[in-house]
């Protein structure tokens, strides 16, 4: 894996503000791709059938980024003569020059994600950068929720712009189960002490002050 994705591609994306999951070709075989923006990295061989499902989600709208090559053999005994043709063409289709002037057209890469904002905006914006910062972004029907944390051994301070339409913030306390407001629309000063992290819940229903829920304790286990 450190092989195919180089000491820069995850750096690139986590410093531009954005979060990532890995995908194989199995899962993209099953269950499809679920995502706006779907990185290739340095990737050889590949099934056709799965290359084809990529090319289908790249028409269909999905942005494509190939870092470094792109697939040009499939894999296996008997595939690889009968398939790998097939592959090559389809790589020639989906990065050729004129693919990037496409609305839905797929894009080839090998530099940092900075470059490219214009698809997507970052799952958090963070001003001034402050790599020891990190996030995890989950999103449900009616909320948008961020871990952050501090990585740091110093105290950071930071604006921090979020990828949500939910209009109203409140800071969570997982620890005593109590919420605060945090103020409205997606941009949040933040204080963050030493190796400090906090949860964060965006919603179009968030509560006007601080809010006390009923918490039930129990005995700890030995």
Not at 81 to 109: C, H, M, Q, V, Y
């Amino acid at each position: 894996m450190p092989e195919l994705l180089g000491p820069e591609l995850v750096p690139a994306i986590l410093d531009a503000g954005y979060n990532f999951d890995f995908i194989d070709s199995a899962a993209i075989d099953r269950v499809g791709i679920h995502y706006a923006v779907l990185v290739i990295p340095n990737i050889e061989r590949l099934p056709l059938a799965t290359w084809r499902r990529i090319a289908d989600y790249a028409r269909g709208g999905g942005v494509v980024l190939a870092t470094q090559s792109l697939p040009s053999r499939a894999p296996g005994f008997l595939e690889s003569p009968r398939d790998t043709a097939a592959i090559r063409e389809l790589s020639r289709e989906l990065f050729a020059p004129d693919a990037k002037k496409r609305k839905a057209g797929p894009r080839n890469t090998s530099t940092s994600a900075r470059r490219s904002p214009e698809f997507l905006k970052p799952d958090v914006a963070i001003e001034p950068a402050t790599p020891e910062v990190g996030f995890i972004h989950r999103r449900l029907p009616e909320a948008d929720i961020y871990f952050i944390a501090n990585t740091a051994i110093a105290r950071t301070n930071f604006t921090a712009t979020f990828r949500t339409e939910k209009r109203g913030a409140e800071w969570w306390d997982p620890f005593s189960g109590t919420s605060s407001r945090a103020g409205s629309g997606p941009v949040l000063k933040v204080a963050l002490a030493p190796y400090e992290s906090r949860v964060v819940v965006f919603t179009d229903h968030a509560q006007p002050g601080k809010v006390q829920p009923t918490v039930t304790y129990f005995d700890p286990i030995d």
